[in-house]
């Protein structure tokens, strides 16, 4: 006996202990992921290299992805495909650092002769080109690195034969990179031979003006566009007599001979009177705006929807109340907000927002002809000096930003983040600033030299202020709390607000435990206390077997046969939460009007007398679902729902009156009339006394339906619809259908606990109330559920767990909709579901991978504090039941 006690204490201790370690691990795992989200980004330089190109002479200059190689583009039309020698190489060109890395030209190309490059337009993350030329023309094409992996024998021969080439031997370590033919090979750290090399396209000049071309931008085309119909490529320019022109060419691809045939055209922007002479010129990502912006901040948005009649659509002023210049106005990755920079170095984001989306009047006063603003929603720190270079990452919202002061910042545009800042070396202006495209690398031109740095910038991306407070993102009228993980194009904006994650799993928690916990408790307290031993034993088993039934049939069903049936009964449905609880009340004060020996007879079958109310009650809401939806919601809920502007908010106000009003009586009952109804007919024959009970409970319940009626007509009198809030547009699986599903599901849980912790009462205390006079529910009200509250509140937070981290139910019939709306009728995604949905989908180390693992760290949280709370009041109620 000895040996089982001191075998089942260690067996005890040492799962307790284990426990208690696992849950510790766990966090640890959590916290070790989530930690590296908010480490800062670090910059290191790698090398520092003469310009190849003289002073005025660059157009353009352009890394590949790899960080290998690059393009240079001068004035007199020379393109230059070159490598990036490493520091560990001697310098073997003209530019080039004793001892340091240089640049070494791999292939020369001549792409204009004749006449000299004025102007380039190229956007960010993609290939396209288009050059202005001083005779007037424009020319559009592509500057695409084209890649390939090589047999390593076609290397070897190649090296072999070429006499005085660079040894292949070169080519020995991960990352080493050689000049192959035409382009730049460098061997992987799978030891493979990857070759790159700049493929030029360029199509025939369009004559545009008779003088030079002093400005361009254009309209990236899609990488993915379809081959079939007509294609359009879209520039504009600003000419040297400073001419606004717009041009469209039109390219159409024979299905039979498969030639392209191009014709362009031309046209005239308005004249805007504020606009002086333009110093930046661009079109929007989605090609309907042309924006014009000089160097006093003055700026011109034309709308290009219809190129036969263009209009102004509006005037902004970048900088008000400011003597500052523009220095700089260029796109950021996706071609919606656009940056600005000016000579005091502030730095801002500008996108366009509807007007008609706003809620406020912040922005009545602007004059707009088609109904949108552009809306500076970005604010940056400011700089040390003028900007004087911008550049723009080809994969995320980050940008850099030189100033004249020879120090460059990492800003991201979405979180406004600050990501690092830049010294470079020689403290001149800087003149040049590129964002490596896999944003692993940055270069930076200042004096003469440019600097290559080693760039890891963290998650610029999540701050914790984009994860739990509102981000202004494009194309929205305001700042938002959004989640949106996955998007078709890298331009998209992704979104990692956590609130409507957990405004989700408090919704979803709320209205279960709303539906399941006051059932849970009362048939625990019915069966502890009221039933017989044989309806207790049945009963008992009957609900504890509803926990083995698995959540994802539960969730089946509730998707495909719970969610289908309430929709087309929703008015019914409505009226049951009332009208069922009213029908088992009415019975319950029915049974009192039975003479005393009948019902004294029938005590033990008196569930089964109120088997037919509750029936009775489900049919008489089913009949009054017609009825109700024809006097409250104009006939169709649904229509009701989504249309505030027609009939009332009666209909709405009263789901929520009318339980406050049955409290409000309840209470008024309790303390008020009730007393003083007891001391004038407690004297009076039962019959009489349960005849004048009866009586009181219909006037009670009509007046519970007159003063809700009243609260809310008087509500909607002052104009407060609750449409849009606690109820809206109807969603076949929303809140209700999980919160009565769920509310099944935890049923089990909360009934068990609560009814072992009600049986432990000791019966002297029941004795003792019952020999006092007191009536059975009496004594079940003020001596046994008092002494078993610390049971029953552990009961609730065992339950309130066991929602907070339903996955399946939630997921298969909530809709799946990451939204912050309190609405009933609308669905909801919580953290546990949004877990188990993208964790397979989320690429290992990335921004959204690690966002879900603090998304499982945030519910940790959660559940420990309620949990611990929990247990405090839980010991309070405890102490006080030991003094009882």
């Known amino acids: 006996m000895r040996f089982s006690d001191v075998l089942s204490e260690g067996v005890i201790t040492v799962g307790g202990i284990g426990t208690i370690v696992a849950v510790c691990l766990v966090a640890l795992v959590l916290v070790m992921e989530v930690i590296p989200l908010f480490r800062g980004a670090t910059v290191d330089l790698l090398s520092e290299r003469d310009v190849p190109w003289q002073a005025g002479q660059i157009v353009h200059f352009e890394l590949n992805e790899y960080q290998t190689m690059g393009w240079l583009l001068t004035r007199d039309g020379t393109l230059q495909t070159i490598r990036l020698t490493p520091p560990s190489e001697e310098g073997k060109t003209t530019g080039s650092l004793a001892g340091g890395a240089s640049f070494e030209v791999v292939q020369e190309t001549k792409l204009a002769s004749g006449t000299e490059i004025t102007s380039i337009s190229t956007s960010t993350g993609k290939p396209d080109i288009v050059l202005g030329f001083a005779d007037g023309s424009v020319r559009t094409g592509e500057l695409r690195f084209e890649t390939t992996f090589i047999d390593p024998i076609e290397i070897k021969d190649w090296f072999t034969e070429q006499a005085g080439g660079i040894s292949s031997a070169k080519l020995k370590s991960p990352g080493d990179t050689a000049i192959f033919k035409d382009g730049v090979v460098q061997l992987t750290s799978q030891g493979q031979y990857r070759f790159q090399k700049l493929v030029p396209t360029l199509d025939d000049p369009i004559e545009v003006s008779d003088t030079p071309i002093a400005l361009v931008d254009h309209l990236p085309q899609e990488s993915n566009a379809s081959g079939l119909g007509a294609k359009e490529k879209v520039f504009v320019v600003l000419t040297g007599d400073k001419q606004l022109k717009l041009g469209v060419v039109t390219e159409k691809k024979s299905l039979l001979s498969g030639k392209v045939k191009r014709s362009s055209q031309v046209y005239d922007l308005p004249v805007a009177d504020r606009l002086k002479e333009p110093a930046f010129v661009l079109i929007a990502g989605l090609g309907n705006n042309v924006l014009a912006a000089d160097a006093d901040g003055h700026l011109a948005r034309f709308s290009i929807r219809d190129y036969d009649d263009i209009q102004l659509a509006e005037e902004v002023d970048l900088l008000p109340d400011s003597e500052a210049k523009l220095t700089k106005c260029d796109w950021i990755l996706g071609r919606e907000t656009l940056f600005c920079g000016d000579s005091e170095g502030n730095c801002s984001g500008w996108f366009q927002i509807r007007l008609e989306d706003r809620q406020d009047d912040t922005f009545a006063d602007r004059e707009s002809s088609d109904g949108f603003a552009l809306v500076k929603t970005h604010q940056f720190p400011a700089g040390p000096a003028a900007v004087t270079s911008f550049g723009a990452s080809s994969r995320s919202r980050m940008f850099l930003v030189g100033y004249e002061s020879g120090t460059c910042s990492l800003f991201h545009m979405t979180t406004e983040k600050h990501v690092a800042d830049i010294e470079v070396p020689g403290d001149e202006p800087v003149q040049l600033a590129r964002i490596a495209p896999r944003d692993d690398g940055l270069l930076l031109e200042s004096g003469g030299k440019i600097a290559h740095y080693a760039l890891s910038p963290g998650f610029p991306d999540i701050t914790l202020t984009a994860l739990f407070f509102p981000v202004w993102y494009e194309g929205y009228a305001e700042p938002l709390n959004m989640w949106q993980s996955s998007s078709s194009k890298i331009e998209d904006e992704l979104k990692f607000s956590l609130f409507p994650l957990i405004s989700g799993t408090f919704k979803a928690t709320f209205y279960s435990m709303l539906f399941g916990a006051p059932l849970a408790l009362l048939a625990a307290i019915y069966t502890s206390e009221f039933a017989t031993r044989r309806t207790r034993t049945v009963v008992k088993p009957a609900v504890e077997m509803m926990a083995s039934l698995p959540s994802v049939v539960l969730g089946f069903v509730a998707a495909l046969v719970f969610a289908p049936i309430v929709e087309q009964i929703i008015p019914a449905c409505l009226a049951s939460v009332f009208v069922v609880p009213f029908m088992v009340l009415l019975g319950g004060f029915l049974w009192q009007l039975l003479p005393h020996r009948l019902s004294l007879r029938i005590q033990p079958y008196r569930l089964l007398f109120l088997l037919p109310m509750l029936l009775a009650g489900i049919y008489f809401a089913y009949l009054l679902g017609p009825l109700v939806e024809s006097w409250l919601f104009l006939g169709d809920i649904k229509y009701w729902l989504v249309h505030p502007e027609e009939g009332t908010g009666l209909g709405g106000w009263l789901l929520i009156l009318l339980p406050a009003s049955a409290l409000a009586m309840l209470a008024f009952d309790g303390y008020g009339l009730g007393g003083y109804w007891r001391s004038r007919v407690a004297r009076l024959p039962r019959s009489l006394f349960s005849l004048i009970g009866f009586v009181k409970f219909l006037v009670l319940v009509l007046a519970t339906l007159l003063l809700a009626i009243a609260v ?173």
């Open 712 to 884: 809310g007509s008087l509500f909607d009198f002052v104009g407060w619809d609750p449409r849009g809030s606690y109820i809206g547009e109807y969603d076949q699986r929303n809140s209700m259908i999980v919160g009565f599903v769920m509310g099944f599901a935890v049923i089990p849980i909360i009934y068990t606990i609560a009814d072992d912790a009600l049986s432990t009462v000791p019966a002297h205390l029941r004795s003792a109330s019952l020999g006092c006079g007191a009536t059975p529910w009496q004594t079940t009200l003020r001596i046994v559920i008092p002494t078993a509250m610390s049971g029953l509140f552990s009961a609730l937070m065992i339950g309130l767990g066991r929602v907070t981290g339903e996955t399946m139910i939630v997921l298969m019939a909530g809709g799946n909709t990451p939204i912050e709306d309190w609405n009933l009728f609308n669905g909801f995604r919580t953290l546990s579901t949004n877990i188990a949905i993208e964790l397979p989908e989320a690429v290992q180390g990335s921004s959204h991978y690690r966002v879900l693992f603090l998304s499982a760290l945030v519910l940790f949280l959660l559940t420990f504090l309620i949990n611990t709370v929990a247990e405090v009041v839980r010991l309070y109620f405890r102490r006080r039941a030991v003094q009882l």
